[in-house]
């Protein structure tokens, strides 16, 4: 009569021993679904800067242990909202997006707000009504590269014959970004004060090289040799404009003063060959700080509001042969 019940305590035994490992295995895979979930909505892949930044913010997740949704709107507003109120719906923890425009977001911010998730603004900015629908903006001082791309025509400008003339074409960004209205505001302003430096057109090539080529073959068309300066609000838009160029048999970065903005080692290189002649510093490496940016709020702790990127202008007159490779 003993030994049945002394192999049913066994058995009790090793059911509860079973169920304690199925416990602690629970509580593993509960730590690994514990680890912070991150919706990130890029914008495109519109520029080598862009795709950049989504290597970053991919590699950086990784490495910080985040888990991340990523979505890709292919340049459209209506897809970066659905992105980010399917994360909504979802309930991550901390959101990010990159808005392919500035206006137009309160109403997916306040959605997030009142569902209780942190909205990490990265690269490009928004306006918004209300200041506290997001906590955070990180990214680069877009007026400032406008501004140092202008310090740079200014420069130029004093090495040449005291007559000269520079007529500029603008090539800007994406219409209604924050990159395309502050890059242009801080040239303009930086070149107004100079009468010898005029602006003869400003086009929209979307950020795009394809785009960046077709605007560049009309102004060409248009002004002919009148066409002194190109100032490209970033790198693929000036491949394109490269490519426009030879086709007209000018000579970038001698017959055509080129300035560009983002840094791509592909851009870099140009100016060591003397195509281009100013390239302005704007990094896509953003994903580390994202991260930390992103624990910290679901930590609870103080986080800087504004994050700006340090960034530096190369340019036809600096020594660029220290200069370490890119990485975009
Ligand atoms: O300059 C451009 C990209 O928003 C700063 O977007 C970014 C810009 C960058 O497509 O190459």
Sequence with gaps: MQKPRFWAFLMILVLFMAALTGCSNRAKDDKKDDALLLGFSQLGSESGWRIGNTISVQDAAQAAGVRLMLENANQSQEKQLTALRSFIAYRVDVIAFSPIVQDGWDNVLREAKE????????????????ESLYAVHVGSDFYSEGVMAGEYLLKKLSTLPPETVLNVVELTGTQGSSPMLLRSAGFHDTVAK???????????????ISKGKECVRLMLEKYGSDFDVLFSHNDAMMYGALEAFGEYGVTPGKDVIVISVDGEQEAIDLLKEGKVNCVVECTPMLGEAIMQIAKDLVDGKPVERE??????????????????????
């Design 307 to 328: 994050i700006y990127s340090s960034e530096r202008a190369f340019t036809e007159f600096d020594d660029l042969s220290q200069l370490a490779p890119r990485g975009y």
């Design 194 to 208: 100079e009468p010898r430096i005029r602006i003869l057109d400003s086009v929209s090539g979307d950020f795009m």
């Design 115 to 130: 569902a209780g998730i942190p909205v990490i603004i990265e690269d490009r900015t928004v306006v918004t009504k209300d």
